[in-house]
């Protein structure tokens, strides 16, 4: 079976309101990865129902994603873009994988200690075992490389340990059926850009997030020009002036974030724009960002709402980039399936 050199996967929930924080820290990345590997992206809605999902939100929200994806110049015809639910090898492995996992690997897992916080009991399973599912859907394509943020390398690392012990448990297996040692290679993290981690537009120590009560914590991909100069504004600051080099940004998370973000979205160096602006107040460095943020924002929004408008060429594409990729994944889950011992029907042989 022919294999890439280089293969991409990464993901991003349909959860509603997408946000600076997953521009900046996933779908940027993506876009750039697009000229050196070959992508796969996917609106994981599997993932999304962990916790529970109105049927019509879940809807629109997987195609918002897509929707933001392309207007952010994601390429679904180079590349592939797709929904998770569309391609039942990434449920098939989840479960294979399930039986590879350690009950004591998930236990250690710091994200479902966060999510499901003191109603432990009550979490789903899917909230707990969903890093395997993260699993599943990074093997299922024997993926290279993983664009993930700090607070995603822990699962990175368990489908590393994952794929490592699947080769190891079933090594006579592999080779007896003439596959690589490294059936499922384990996959390399990317970990790249100036912002991988927005953080809140009021509190520079917490992750900006669609779930804050404060609106004014985010800047939303659909916010119009208006709102995205007042939210910057508005940000939250000290009452120091901004330092002139990069170390100065130190104990200070509002500053901090702020000129990452003015970096992320410029193409800058923060050090360039504390050169530029240090010494001065930050109503300076706002206005110029504000300026910055609505020149490259306003445009992937009124995409995004120009393409929802038809969601049956969104419902195409996701469908077209779902028959692809499980061209890709249907072959190596059947290879793990004969590796595991399972006894395929005639036809399937």
């Known amino acids: 079976m022919a294999e890439a050199k280089s293969r991409v996967f990464s993901g991003?929930?349909?959860?509603?309101?997408?946000?600076?924080g997953n521009y900046l820290g996933a779908i940027t990345r993506f876009v750039e990865l697009q000229d050196t590997h070959d992508c796969l992206y996917c609106v994981v809605d599997l993932h999304a129902v962990t916790v529970w999902q109105d049927p019509d939100e879940l809807t629109r929200n997987t195609r918002e994603v897509t929707a933001a994806f392309l207007a952010s110049g994601?390429?679904?015809?180079?590349?592939?873009v797709f929904n998770q639910s569309q391609v039942p090898a990434h449920a098939e492995l989840a479960w294979l994988l399930n039986?590879?996992?350690r009950i004591g690997w998930l236990n250690r897992m710091t994200q479902f200690k966060e999510k499901a916080g003191k109603n432990r009991e009550n979490a789903s399973v899917g909230l707990f075992a969903y890093p395997v599912l993260m699993a599943a859907d990074i093997l299922a394509y024997r993926s290279t490389h993983v664009p993930v943020g700090e607070d995603q390398k822990q699962h990175l690392e368990l489908s590393r340990d994952i794929a490592q012990k699947f080769n190891t448990d079933f090594a006579r297996a592999i080779a007896r059926a003439g596959h690589e040692a490294e059936f499922f290679p384990p996959p390399e993290p990317l970990i790249m850009g100036p912002a991988t981690r927005v953080m809140s537009l009021r509190?520079?120590?917490r992750k900006m997030s669609k779930s804050?009560?404060?609106?004014?914590?985010?800047?939303?991909?659909s916010d119009d020009a208006d709102t995205i100069a007042k939210k910057i504004r508005r940000a939250k600051t000290d009452p120091n002036a901004l330092p002139s080099e990069v170390e100065g940004l130190?104990?200070?998370p509002e500053a901090s974030n702020l000129v990452g973000i003015f970096a992320a979205l410029s193409?800058?160096?923060a050090g360039d724009i504390l050169k530029q602006f240090g010494g001065g107040p930050f109503s300076r460095l706002k206005d110029a960002l504000a300026d910055v943020a609505v020149d490259v924002l306003t445009p992937i929004g009124a995409e995004t709402a120009r393409l929802m408008d038809d969601p049956d060429h969104i419902d195409r594409i996701l469908s077209r980039g779902a028959a692809r990729a499980s061209?890709?994944?249907t072959p190596i889950l059947e290879a793990t399936r004969d590796v595991m011992g399972f006894v395929r029907a005639p036809h399937r042989r």
Do not use: F, K
């Open 203 to 205: 509190d520079g120590t």
């Open 212 to 221: 804050d009560p404060s609106d004014l914590s985010r800047i939303n991909l």
């Open 99 to 101: 039986c590879v996992a």
């Open 12 to 20: 991003v929930q349909p959860t509603g309101n997408l946000h600076l």
């Open 267 to 269: 193409g800058r160096s």
């Open 327 to 329: 061209a890709i994944a």
């Open 74 to 80: 994601i390429d679904a015809e180079t590349h592939i």
């Open 250 to 252: 130190a104990a200070r």
